[in-house]
């Protein structure tokens, strides 16, 4: 026998929003980030800035994967200049994280 649980619609899409915003601190795929990554991802200049880092990338070792340059990367990280959805599409790509683990809080 299995237990059922009854919501209201807005309960259940309250749940759902819930489960889709810890996906993304969690950069997706199953990552899962401790508070302490999750502080370091609040303080980051922005989220590009956390993964590069956390992937161990330079931002010229990532302009470089990506097919941009240094300038450009550090202009996004900082907010100074946006991106085009291709350019985040190949971070996110290079990152190993979705486009919106990229631009969550931005």
Do not use: C
Request: glycine share 8%; no cysteine.
């Amino acid at each position: 026998m299995t237990d059922t649980i009854t919501l209201s619609r807005s309960e259940y899409e309250d749940l759902i929003n819930a489960r889709a915003r810890v996906e993304v601190l969690a950069g997706g795929a199953g990552e899962m980030l401790t508070n302490a990554d999750l502080e370091e991802l609040r303080a980051a200049p922005s989220p590009i800035a956390f993964w590069r880092k956390r992937r161990g990338y330079t931002q010229a070792e990532l302009a470089a994967e990506v097919g941009t340059t240094q300038p450009f990367i550090s202009q996004i990280e900082h907010g100074t200049r946006g991106g085009n959805v291709h350019v985040y599409v190949r971070l996110a790509k290079v990152l190993r994280v979705r486009v919106e683990d990229l631009v969550l809080g931005m």
